[in-house]
């Protein structure tokens, strides 16, 4: 199974010993990243506002946190797609992170509060995502994507989605620690111990296995990857999903940045602390161009 790890030990910081989260509630596992998330100790980023919205979007009002850096009219516009294991995390979650972005790059930030699996199976909160590109498309015509890990799986997804259905045109593509590859495969990676198995979240994201086959849920799996947006796949050298994340840059031709000597950002991406700085400040730049 190709690795799918988000939020990995971020349970250890609200919990003086590990505890298997498989062994609860996915609702109280989102309460525990929550807090556990609030408790990392990192700068603050101020922006010029931050307004909450709702879109409809997939049949349901949808959460939107809009980040603006500054006064001024047609600002581009990155709509950004938070990690969690597509069951958890959130646009709190990743606040920091998106203020980190918008105050960095000068751009725009629409973060997402899309649906959560198992209460939404794979691929209502990725339609959501594409209801709400589609929406902020009516009006703008400068838009990129980004996400982290999940977000990034469906960065990608996106990206195909609306090559596919002739729909939106996006201008980059950033995924961050990204999980292309949710197929079972024949050399299948052991977990070490306080990890948490890929397939738990697997679990919770598919209505049946089958449903990793299918290229919006592996954009690897898709048949054709021509006519994709630009690329860029940040990575980390210590991340069980780098080979993934290697594979699928190489397949679409992306640009790609390694942090070194770092495991998968999970809250550290999140909440923008000095250990994920560096490639949030390669994300940041890339964002940038699109001002110029």
């Known amino acids: 199974m190709k690795c799918v790890i ?66 001024g009219e047609n600002l581009p516009i990155a709509l950004m797609m938070h990690g969690g294991g597509w069951a958890f995390g959130s646009i709190d979650t990743h606040d920091n992170m ?5 105050q960095r790059s000068g751009v ?12 939404a ?21 400068n838009i990129s994507l980004i996400g982290d890990s999940a977000g990034g799986n469906f960065t990608a997804a996106l990206c195909l989605m609306a090559r596919d259905r002739n729909g939106p045109t996006v201008q980059q ?10 197929r079972p495969t024949v050399e299948i990676e052991p977990t070490p111990p306080g990890d948490i198995p890929p397939e738990w979240y ?3 994201y598919f209505s049946k296995p089958e449903d990793a086959h299918h290229p919006y849920a592996s954009p690897m799996a898709a048949e054709d990857h021509t006519g994709l947006p ?13 080979p993934s994340g ?15 000597g770092i495991g998968h950002l999970a809250v550290n991406g999140a909440r923008a602390t000095p250990a994920a700085l560096e490639s949030l400040e390669v994300a940041a730049a890339a964002l940038k161009e699109m001002t110029k």
């Open 6 to 71: 988000c939020f990995l030990g971020i349970l250890a910081i609200a919990h003086s010993a590990p505890i298997d989260i498989t062994k609860f509630p996915p609702q109280q596992v989102r309460e525990f990243i929550e807090q556990a998330c609030q408790g990392v100790e990192a700068d603050h980023y101020d922006v010029h506002t931050v307004e909450n919205a709702t879109i409809f979007a997939n049949g349901r009002n949808v959460p939107v946190r809009i980040y603006t850096p500054h006064d």
């Open 230 to 242: 630009p690329a860029l796949v940040i990575l980390a050298d210590q991340d069980r999903l780098m």
């Open 173 to 182: 593509q950033i995924m961050i620690n990204p999980a292309p590859d949710l």
């Open 108 to 119: 725009k930030i629409v973060s997402v509060d899309y649906a959560l699996a198992p209460e």
């Open 202 to 204: 697997l679990s919770l």
């Open 246 to 260: 290697r594979a699928y840059a190489e397949k679409i031709k992306a640009k790609v940045y390694i942090q070194r």
């Open 121 to 141: 199976k794979f691929p209502h909160g990725l339609e959501e995502c594409y209801s709400i590109l589609c929406h902020l498309a009516l009006n703008h015509n």
């Open 98 to 102: 998106a203020r980190f972005l918008c």
